[in-house]
């Protein structure tokens, strides 16, 4: 793995040091707000969702699994996301959920993997009050896509998520307030929206100092 500057220190930024750095982290936090405004008093009246983010731990570095919605979902049709959905009765934790939806949408089975942490909760313009599981995938591994929401995935280099010269900012009208938002493009790709917001929220986590 290359090293990676984190805290002003070269790190090793690998399977290891992740799941080192976000138990130490402790609880996820207060929710953050993805891709609308801060109507934080409907926030408890959303729906619960999950959302896994995949860290794929390539042998030669780790990278971030994305997929892209097919064009005729009604909803956030043709976008980047992670795979997720909203939670069911039967789903025993927020783990469960992203876990069993990214096996529905993407064939990824939950045997290979290891959740390591969690993102605070994200609000989004469609109703959900969604939590990003954090977990790590190694190959080898197998996906089958589900034709009927997903149309591709692709994997972007953790190293580009990190470095801040890959945040395009831009203001976004939302209701009635303008909001400064970040995209992250990635060859012809735009991660933007509630993604974006989640994985910019995981470079701050990986940011904070902590003890080792």
Known sequence: MRATLIHDSPVELDAA?????????GPAGETLYGDQGTDV???AARRPASVLVPIVQRQEELKVLLTRRTAHLKAHSGQISFPGGSAE???????????????EEIGLDP??????????????????????????????????????EVAGVFEVPLEHVLDSANHKARLRRVGDEDLLLYDIPW???NIWGATAGMLLTFVRQLQEPWDE
């Open 17 to 25: 040091w992740l799941r080192r750095h976000f138990a130490a982290a």
């Open 187 to 189: 060859q012809g790709q």
């Open 89 to 103: 009765p039967h789903d025993a934790s927020v783990e469960a959920t992203a876990l069993r939806e990214a096996q």
């Open 41 to 43: 008093a409907r926030a």
């Open 111 to 148: 045997a290979a993997v290891t959740v390591f942490g969690y993102l605070p909760d994200h609000l989004v313009i469609s109703g959900f009050r969604v939590t990003p599981v954090l977990g790590l995938v190694r190959p080898p591994f197998s996906l089958q896509l589900n034709p009927a």
